[in-house]
């Protein structure tokens, strides 16, 4: 069992900063492929980016010039750097494990098996 923690959340205006964190239970999670997800209601829950063991980091195309994805092995945690934040950008973040790989990260979402309680963003204009 991995328990995923985040914290961070909060309101900003558009064009600021928010930056993310994650606390995984787990000794192991350095092995893990890691990733932020958000979602919106109404719509399906979306990659943000991943972290693979060795810190290979994935974007998806809308966010990889303003989000930066990083992770901290001794202290288990998990970071995301949110710059230029936009009113689209307002969403629950989730962070997420997948324990089954670590060295490729999926893209798919169903290959992470466990999730954070969120984080929530909202982006004022």
């Known amino acids: 069992q991995v328990e995923l923690v985040e914290s961070g959340g909060g309101s900003v205006q558009a064009g600021g900063s928010l930056r993310l964190s994650c606390v995984a239970s787990?000794?192991?999670?350095?092995?893990?492929?890691m990733g932020w997800f958000r979602q919106t209601p109404g719509k399906e829950r979306e990659r943000v980016a991943t972290?693979?063991?060795?810190?290979?980091?994935d974007y998806a195309d809308s966010m990889k010039d303003r989000f930066t994805i990083s992770k901290d092995n001794a202290k288990n945690t998990l970071y995301l750097q949110m710059n230029s934040l936009k009113p689209e950008d307002t969403a629950m973040y989730y962070c997420?494990?997948?324990?089954?790989?670590?060295?490729?990260?999926?893209?798919?979402?169903?290959?992470?098996?466990?999730w954070g309680q969120g984080a929530q963003v909202t982006v004022s204009s």
């Open positions: 972290i693979s063991s060795d810190g290979t980091t």
């Open positions: 997420a494990a997948d324990t089954d790989h670590g060295w490729f990260c999926s893209r798919s979402l169903s290959r992470y098996n466990y």
């Open positions: 787990s000794y192991t999670y350095s092995k893990y492929c």
